[in-house]
């Protein structure tokens, strides 16, 4: 516990000195302020978005515009398009990234 502590809050690094000092409201709200800004960055981080757009799964790929729209050409990845925006879904791009997995001892 004390580790997370002192991540969260370096000048806690001698525990021993703080034993005798007073623990003000403002120094309560902080500490819950940081705690919350935490847990929104790790459930952010956990739970990936249920549809990217174009350039989120060209970042996430690494690929071109180019490769993308060969992948949506070819029927490899598939889309929903509302308007003029092309969705993909993530679960989608897993399970294609599984199915196209090569096992490296096998000839290509």
């Known amino acids: 516990m004390y580790l997370h502590l ?3 809050f370096p000048e806690t690094e001698n525990l021993d000195l703080l034993k005798h000092q ?3 409201r403002l120094d309560l709200l902080n500490a819950l302020n940081l705690l919350v800004g935490e847990l929104k960055t790790t459930s952010k981080e956990e ?3 249920k549809w ?3 350039s989120e799964v060209k970042a996430l790929l690494r690929i071109s515009p180019g490769t993308l729209q060969n ?3 070819n029927g490899t990845l598939t889309y929903t ?3 003029g925006i ?3 879904s993530y679960e989608e791009i897993l399970k294609v990234m599984e199915q196209n ?3 490296r001892n096998t000839n290509e």
Do not use: A, D, H, W
Request: net charge positive.
């Open 6 to 8: 002192k991540k969260l």
């Open 22 to 24: 007073q623990v003000t």
């Open 47 to 49: 739970q990936p978005k």
């Open 52 to 54: 990217l757009k174009s």
């Open 71 to 73: 992948l949506r050409i």
């Open 81 to 83: 398009k509302i308007g």
């Open 86 to 88: 092309i969705f993909y």
């Open 101 to 103: 997995k090569v096992n």
